[in-house]
């Protein structure tokens, strides 16, 4: 048998904690002169990934 292979952009997007996977906010990355310093600052750290798309990721991260 082949080797399963994990898709290559999720590798870039996920990363695996001890409590489950981990993901960059979106709306971060640009037009940021119009968003607000609090908004912006919410927007910093690293969030959990929901249980509805959990198993989407492990799905496409099988080594995870």
Do not use: Y
């Amino acid at each position: 048998m082949p080797k399963i292979k994990s898709h290559s952009g999720a590798k870039k997007r996920f990363r695996k904690t001890a409590n489950g996977i981990k993901h960059k906010q979106s709306f971060r990355s640009h037009i940021l002169t119009k968003k607000t310093t609090k908004r912006k600052r919410q927007l910093r750290p690293m969030k959990q990934l929901c249980a509805s798309d959990m198993v989407l990721v492990q799905r496409m991260l099988p080594n995870l």
